[in-house]
């Protein structure tokens, strides 16, 4: 078997590991890469970007039925899914292809196929052109993962869907039936119910977005059921019949069963890392419910063998990984880079309205034990917002009341993703509400609304 020596070889193109085998050769480093699918993973073309492409399409649409609103006229409405799609898919391609651009320009060799550790510092590659061990002192585990499948729940692809089926729709859903309320399954359910399909979605927890702060998830819920959807919050689909056309489901919601019939389900319950047939068992590597188990800095306790991205565990965050994969790079490099604090990695969610968050909810701050300040801040009072037709919203900031430690933002309505990297950049800098009060942020704007709710916290709002 041929074989070739490089300083690093990363195994997955994902968010995480395109960044790591990039960042490794600047610093001076012979990369490989090898990737079995597509360059730039599942969030690049199957994941964060053609769901935002889908997303984006479906607020334009919201938008022209609102145009009455804005003094304009639109008639005829309508839309062509299959335009929808192809678009969609056009944007990931397009990024993918830049992905496989950056490689090349940074000098990493790129091998498509499979990787497998064959022993300490050897991974063995299978491509259409044969078998070859690559040797090296530093090995990067960006395997990242994919859909949970539930006993019964399994996805066909014809009326049971994962979320690559929803990203490529057979048929447009009359009546959709969304198993889980985390990112993956509201932001479907947000895309089919502004094109008109009849949503429930079903949440196994005592509320939708439940990893959100609970003031923001009952926010985003009173919004969702405005739009239609049907929320069933602490309920299980225990079974799904399936017909040529339909779905028939067996729901347990508030201690007895309902039975509903739909013509398409995603079933969006999570996912699994994808740990299998790497050999990691034989050399000793710490695997924790299909997540491999790292220390801060994403080592795996075995010399030279390193996991990062949602592979290494939640939160499963593409801009995790690739922060990740910058670390991993420099400490192979023999720097001393910082650890990634999981604190100040905010989450986005793109559905409609838009929510975004930051470090410790409310909640969590109490259960900690910081005696807290909390602010607050509706859309409603803010000009930028009336004048762009986003009156709902609200953002929400935690404070620690005796050191005036920004401990949580959270935020949903129009744009918040956007708005929540003020609050990052904050934390990174450690800043207190002093600094915060005392920043001059531009006007009209939404983020305005970060500096009102933080003066809310102290009781000092100007607006409201």
Not at 193 to 217: F, H, Q, W, Y
Not at 341 to 362: D, F, M, N, R, W
Request: hydrophobic share 45%; with cysteine; glycine share 12%.
């Amino acid at each position: 078997m041929a074989s070739a020596s490089y300083d690093m070889v990363v195994i997955g193109a994902g968010p995480g590991g395109y960044v790591a085998a990039i960042r490794g050769a600047q610093l001076g480093l012979k990369v490989a890469v090898v990737e079995r699918e597509n360059l730039g993973g599942i969030c690049l073309n199957w994941g964060c970007i053609p769901t935002k492409a889908l997303l984006r399409s479906a607020e334009v649409f919201h938008l022209m039925h609102r145009a009455a609103e804005f003094g304009l006229k639109a008639e005829g409405l309508g839309f062509d899914l299959a335009k929808v799609v192809a678009r969609s898919r056009g944007v990931a391609k397009q990024l993918s292809g830049g992905i496989g651009h950056l490689l090349k320009k940074n000098k990493v060799t790129v091998l498509m196929g499979t990787a497998r550790l064959a022993a300490p510092g050897q991974v063995e590659v299978t491509t259409d052109a044969g078998a070859q061990t690559l040797v090296t002192p530093a090995i990067v585990l960006a395997t990242g993962a994919r859909a949970r499948e539930l006993p019964g729940l399994e996805p066909d692809g014809k009326r049971v869907w994962s979320y690559r089926h929803a990203l490529v729709p057979p048929h447009m859903p009359g009546k959709l039936l969304v198993i889980g309320s985390g990112a993956i399954g509201i932001e479907f359910a947000s895309f089919f119910n502004t094109l008109g399909a009849k949503t429930t979605v079903v949440e196994v927890m005592d509320r939708v977005l439940p990893v959100e702060d609970a003031e923001i998830s009952a926010f985003a819920r009173k919004q969702f059921v405005k739009q239609g959807m049907t929320i069933l919050e602490g309920a299980t689909v225990k079974q799904l019949d399936r017909a040529a056309d339909q779905v028939t489901a067996q729901i347990e919601t508030g201690g007895k069963m309902i039975s509903d019939t739909f013509d398409t389900v995603i079933s969006a319950v999570g996912i699994v890392g994808n740990v299998e047939n790497l050999g990691l068992e034989s050399l000793g590597v710490q695997i924790d419910r299909t997540h491999v188990v790292t220390d801060e800095f994403c080592r795996t306790g075995v010399p030279g063998l390193y996991a990062i991205g949602d592979v290494a565990g939640a939160p499963w965050l593409a801009h995790k990984a690739s922060h990740e994969g910058v670390m991993v790079a420099e400490l192979i490099a023999g720097r001393h880079p910082h650890p990634i604090k999981p604190g100040s990695i905010a989450g986005c969610t793109y559905c409609h309205p838009q929510v975004a968050s930051l470090g410790l909810t409310e909640a969590k701050a109490k259960e900690k034990g910081y005696t807290v300040r909390v602010g607050r801040f509706p859309f409603v009072g803010n000009g930028k917002a009336i004048a762009l037709g986003e009156p709902e919203g609200l953002v929400k900031t935690v404070f620690d009341a005796a050191t005036g430690e920004l401990l949580g933002a959270h935020m949903v309505g129009a744009e918040v993703t956007e708005l929540i990297q003020g609050y990052v950049i904050g934390r990174s800098l450690e800043t207190t509400e002093e600094d915060l009060m005392h920043t001059i942020f531009p006007h009209p704007t939404l983020s305005e609304m970060m500096h009102e709710s933080v003066l809310d916290a102290w009781g000092r709002a100007l607006h409201i």
